[in-house]
């Protein structure tokens, strides 16, 4: 059974920091693009960023240059460091691990943390 376990999440004060962390079980984790979305209340979910297979990177521009995503396979996990948080970064923050191997896709999400942005 797959298991995605997101932690890290909590309240902080604008221009502050959190590290988001995801464990990955039960998936061979070398083989899955890895990413971190986010939903605000009454937005869409969004793509935060990502960090594939092939040691790539990408990130939305709205987080470009405060945002670190970076992927320990030894570990099966996977991080995203948030500096100078700002308000409009409040949502729950969702871990997420795709790939498609042999013909099928896979797709699965953790249960998501929430960051709050507040003084």
């Known amino acids: 059974q797959v298991q995605l376990v997101e932690s890290g999440g909590g309240l902080v004060q604008p221009g502050g920091s959190l590290r988001l962390s995801c464990a990955a079980s039960?998936?061979?984790?070398?083989?899955?693009?890895m990413a971190w979305y986010r939903q605000a209340p009454g937005n869409e979910r969004e793509l935060v960023a990502v960090?594939?297979?092939?040691?790539?990177?990408d990130y939305a521009d709205s987080v470009l240059g405060r945002f670190t995503i970076s992927r320990d396979n030894a570990k099966n996990t996977i991080y995203l460091q948030m500096n100078n948080l700002k308000p409009e970064d409040t949502a729950v923050y969702y871990c997420?691990?795709?790939?498609?191997?042999?013909?099928?896709?896979?797709?699965?999400w953790g249960q998501g943390t929430q960051v709050t942005v507040s003084s």
């Open positions: 039960g998936l061979i984790f070398s083989i899955y693009n």
């Open positions: 997420n691990a795709y790939t498609y191997h042999s013909g099928r896709s896979y797709d699965y």
């Open positions: 960090f594939t297979k092939v040691d790539r990177t």
